[in-house]
Structure formats: C-alpha cells, structure tokens
C-alpha cells in the first residue's frame, strides 16, 4: 500500500527533526537527520539522509545516504577536534564556543526548487544548487550548480543542461511549483503527458 501524504508533515519513527522547518506533503525517511534546516513543500528525502543548515525548496528529491551538511572543522586553529567548540561535552567550566556555530550557520546550503540529488551524493558548505538541477550518485558538491544542470563526479562538476537557456528561463518565469495543490492535480495529466515545449506553451 503506497503512502498517503497530507499537510502534515510525515517523520519516520526512527528520523530525528531538530530546529527546523518542514513544508506541507513533506516526507523524512527513516534514520535521517534533519537539524536547523527548512525544507519546502512536497520536498523528501529517504533513508539515512543528513541534513545541516540548509534551506531546500520545493519539490526536492532527495535519495538515500545523502549529505546536505555544513559541518566544516575549523582548519586555521591549532586544533581541528571538537573539544575547541564543542567544549562544555569535555570541560565541566567550559562553555561551547557560539561563535563558531554561528560561522557553520552563516555557511548555510542552498537548494532550489524540484531538485534530485542522487544516492550518496555530499553537498559541501556554502554551495547553491539552483532549481531544476540533478546531481550524480556520490557526487561531492563544493561549487555552486546552476539552474537545471547536471553535476556529476568528485568534485562534482556539471556535464550538460537539461534545457536550453531559453527553456530554462520561461521554466523559471513559470514557477509551477509555486501553484496550489488544486491547480497541481488539475495540471497532472499534463506533467504526465506534454513535452517541455507544449506544457510551456499551454501554461504561460
């Protein structure tokens, strides 16, 4: 029996939700983490999945083993571990060290709207990754990917553009994920059925 999704945002048992922000028709599969983060409308990920100070759009498919996190250590001091942050776990006197998770916040993921980020695939501190893009399984992204790019490899990088530069900027103009559920289902046998250009052309 398939799931049934709703406004209320669906959380596996075992998924961890911390400080967040969860759209409406959301899923979060099992074992996954999702801290300080918002996710938009109808977005998912599945299993096992970590996500970090990050602001994900709509419509984003997220697969198993992904790595949304920026968790970088800080390199200029004399020590990467978390002792010199994360103080008050080893030091009874000790408080953490605020600023620098307020660093790690301000280092933040972006991910546009109807995304897919393939299985295993790590998306580093800082990076952007417009809507429409795809990213590769076990890509390392540490670059920004541009609207409706496909990345792929280690360093990702990207390989072709699903659409043509005009495509790209009518899809953009046209912000179908910004519709209404109503106007959703009334457009399914469309997303289903039309080309790029008629769907274009039939809803512009």
């Known amino acids: 029996m ?9 959380v596996h048992p075992t998924a961890t939700v911390i ?3 969860l759209g409406r028709y959301t899923e979060i599969g099992e074992g996954s983490t999702v801290s300080k983060s918002s996710i938009g409308d109808y977005s998912y990920c599945v299993e096992n999945t970590q996500i970090a100070y990050a602001r994900i759009g709509k419509f984003a498919n997220i697969a198993s083993h992904v790595r949304i996190y920026a968790s970088m250590h800080p390199m200029e001091r004399a020590s990467l571990h978390h002792f010199t942050y994360r103080s008050a776990w080893y030091f009874e006197d000790a408080e953490d060290d605020q600023e620098f998770f ?8 972006t991910i546009g709207h109807d995304t897919w980020i393939g299985h295993g695939a790590v998306v580093m501190p800082g990076v952007r990754i417009g809507n429409g893009a795809i990213i590769g399984s076990n890509a390392v992204v540490t670059k ?7 990345a792929v490899g280690v360093p990702a990088r990207t390989i072709k553009q699903r659409f043509s530069d005009d495509i790209t900027s009518r899809l953009d103009r046209l912000a179908w994920w910004d519709w209404t559920h109503d106007k959703l289902r009334l457009a399914l ?3 289903r059925s039309l080309g790029i250009e008629a769907f274009l052309e039939k809803y512009e």
């Open 144 to 150: 920004d990917v541009a609207d409706f790019a496909i």
């Open 19 to 21: 400080d967040s922000t």
């Open 102 to 109: 307020d660093w790690r916040a301000g280092n933040g993921i």
């Open 2 to 10: 398939s799931t049934r999704l709703s406004k209320q945002p669906l």
């Open 189 to 191: 046998p469309d997303f």
